[in-house]
């Protein structure tokens, strides 16, 4: 079920782990929430973790 809908995350960012906290600080003052939730590791493949 979780490959076919949107379970709740509308929409990613992917950023620069040094702007990380930049991004989240002008998307607070927008008045809208923003969670971390993962990262990009070298790798081959998907990895789902829950």
């Known amino acids: ?3 076919t ?3 709740g ?8 782990p040094a702007e990380a ?3 989240m600080a ?3 003052a927008m008045g809208e929430k923003a ?5 990009v590791t070298q790798g ?7």
């Open 35 to 39: 969670y971390r939730v993962g990262t």
């Open 5 to 7: 809908f949107n379970m």
């Open 44 to 50: 081959e493949g998907v990895r789902y973790i829950k």
């Open 9 to 16: 995350i509308g929409f990613i960012l992917a950023v620069d």
């Open 21 to 23: 906290d930049a991004v």
């Open 26 to 28: 002008t998307i607070d």
């Open 1 to 3: 079920m979780f490959k």
